[in-house]
């Protein structure tokens, strides 16, 4: 499962309030990923973004995808946490192996970009941080959520 959304701190909320609710699940966190790199990272994200920023945003979306890989193939559910908005969101999906994907998009009134894939969800309110009932939510719904990676013929 992928759970993207513009803000990281929404998107890693939620997606380790839904791995918590899974019997056998591991959250891998993009951003954590990228904080690991401890030389050589580029700040920021220009538009356009620049070869150098690609090239570690594809690094990071790849390490994102093996750990996810390494863990699904040990019977684990695996929740990934990552940024990847607007027209990212299919460069990410490009990467991912032709298998369906369950794609949950965390919603904000800035966020016009992004195909409206998978699940959309609200983005938790100031007055509502209850992230568990969003997850369950996120659960009941996730047949809405696939979204198919592999060529159709």
């Known amino acids: 499962m992928l759970v993207t959304a513009a803000r990281g701190d929404e998107r ?7 791995a918590a609710r899974l019997e056998r699940a591991v959250l891998v966190d993009g951003a954590a990923l990228e904080a690991a790199v401890t030389t050589g990272r580029v700040a920021g994200w220009d538009e ?3 070869t150098q920023q690609l090239r570690l945003r594809m690094l ?3 390490a994102a995808l093996a750990v996810a890989e390494t863990y699904q193939l040990e019977g ?3 929740v990934v946490a990552e940024e990847a908005q607007g027209d990212r969101l299919e460069d990410f999906l490009d990467l991912v192996e032709p298998e369906p994907v369950h794609v949950v998009v965390v919603r904000d009134e800035g966020d016009a970009t992004t195909p409206h ?3 959309s969800v609200p983005a ?5 941080p209850d992230l568990g009932a969003l997850a ?3 659960l009941e719904h996730l047949a809405e959520a696939v979204v198919e990676t592999a060529p159709t013929d």
């Open 12 to 18: 890693a909320a939620l997606a380790a309030a839904v």
């Open 48 to 50: 356009p973004p620049t």
């Open 60 to 62: 990071r979306w790849s």
């Open 76 to 78: 684990f559910d695996v």
């Open 117 to 119: 894939w998978g699940l």
């Open 124 to 128: 938790p309110g100031q007055d509502d």
């Open 136 to 138: 369950g939510e996120v």
